[in-house]
């Protein structure tokens, strides 16, 4: 199974979004905190209410259809609105002293998913390149020719010091490390076997 398609974690934080989200939203409907008594008076209370209802309706989409498609804007739309609500979740702790206990489960909640969601096993799993899928500046400076990769070895001398020996090799090699060509080698071809080599420049 590809890495795109085995992501667990990715569905838990959306099923837990999507239940906070419930369990946030439904006082309102069933009266608890009076909300729907001013959502249809024009205030500035009722605009900012329903503004943060569109915002969880989106989000509930985001995690569920933009999470299943794999979309980049899903993620990001994830990772901003739990930004704004964890805002709001430390205003309600430091400042309205609202549900304290509460907000602060919300707020680590939404910390642990933003930290999910940051990670590059997530990232790629929205197609997004990381660091982790470019090659290093090493690899980058290796040399093949055609399926050959040139490989180096550092070998003791008997009188003291060392001596670098190059070698091309199709397979892996455990007796050298990959390596660039060196500026005062050109390479040559065994007519023999077809194998390149390093020569000395003329």
Not at 104 to 132: C, H, K, N, P, W
Not at 135 to 157: F, H, I, Q, W
Not at 181 to 193: L, S
């Amino acid at each position: 199974m590809s890495e795109k398609k085995n992501l667990i974690g990715i569905w838990v934080i959306a099923a837990v979004l999507v239940l906070l989200e419930l369990y946030y939203w439904y006082p309102a409907y069933t009266g608890a905190y009076n909300y729907m008594n001013s959502l249809f008076v024009l205030s500035g209370w009722s605009i900012w209410t329903w503004v943060h209802i569109l915002l969880a309706v989106v989000l509930v989409f985001s995690v569920t259809y933009g999470f299943y498609k794999q979309r980049k804007w899903a993620r990001w739309y994830t990772i901003i609105y739990l930004g704004y609500s964890g805002f709001w979740a430390i205003i309600s702790m430091f400042v309205w002293h609202w549900q304290v206990m509460e907000h602060y489960i919300y707020f680590v909640i939404y910390v642990i998913a933003v930290m999910y969601l940051s990670a590059s096993r997530t990232q790629r799993y929205f197609g997004v390149e990381t660091q982790d899928d470019f090659p290093s500046y090493a690899e980058c400076n290796v040399y093949r020719y055609g399926d050959y990769t040139l490989y180096k070895s550092e070998t003791e001398l008997k009188k003291g010091g060392t001596r670098t020996f190059y070698y091309f090799c199709k397979e892996p090699s455990d007796k050298g490390s990959p390596c660039s060509k060196p500026d005062e080698y050109d390479v040559g071809i065994n007519k023999k076997t077809g194998m390149p080599y390093l020569k000395k420049k003329k």
